[in-house]
């Protein structure tokens, strides 16, 4: 690990904080519809389970992907690619699942929207600052 690459500009330290907060709060929220009966689980309504448990696992991923961003590492710059695909192919699917007539939260459209652009950014932003 290099700490001192010049590849490790304001911005890449703003994505990597992004990505471990946004996976730290995804964790949290997940775990509590996944793991706690109580209101949160009330609350999500007609979730999804596969979409639930691939964004509850990929939190894991985010926080792990935010690390080596902020070590500005070229495999994390990869991993926010992986993210970016495997959240738009669950999101496909979530899509499939809608037009089979499956019950849904509107919510989880914009959730799984958010998740795609956000991640599309970071990954982005990645690659033009890390792949040299």
């Not at 499956?102 to 795609?116: D, K, N, Y």
């Amino acid at each position: 690990m290099n700490l001192a690459n010049s590849n490790r500009t304001i911005g890449v330290l703003l994505i990597s904080l992004v990505a471990i907060l946004f996976g730290l709060l995804t964790i949290k929220s997940g775990g509590m519809i996944l793991f706690v009966d109580g209101p949160e689980r009330v609350a999500a309504g007609n979730y999804v389970p596969f979409v639930l448990w691939f964004n509850f696992i990929a939190g894991f991923f985010y926080v792990l992907a935010g690390v080596g961003l902020w070590f500005t590492q070229r495999w994390a710059m990869w991993l926010a690619g992986g993210i970016v695909i495997s959240t738009l192919v669950v999101f496909a699917l979530f899509n499939l699942h809608i037009y089979n007539g499956g019950q849904f939260e509107f919510r989880t459209v914009i959730a799984m929207s958010l998740r795609s652009v956000i991640w599309s950014v970071i990954a982005f932003y990645a690659y033009l600052k890390i792949r040299s």
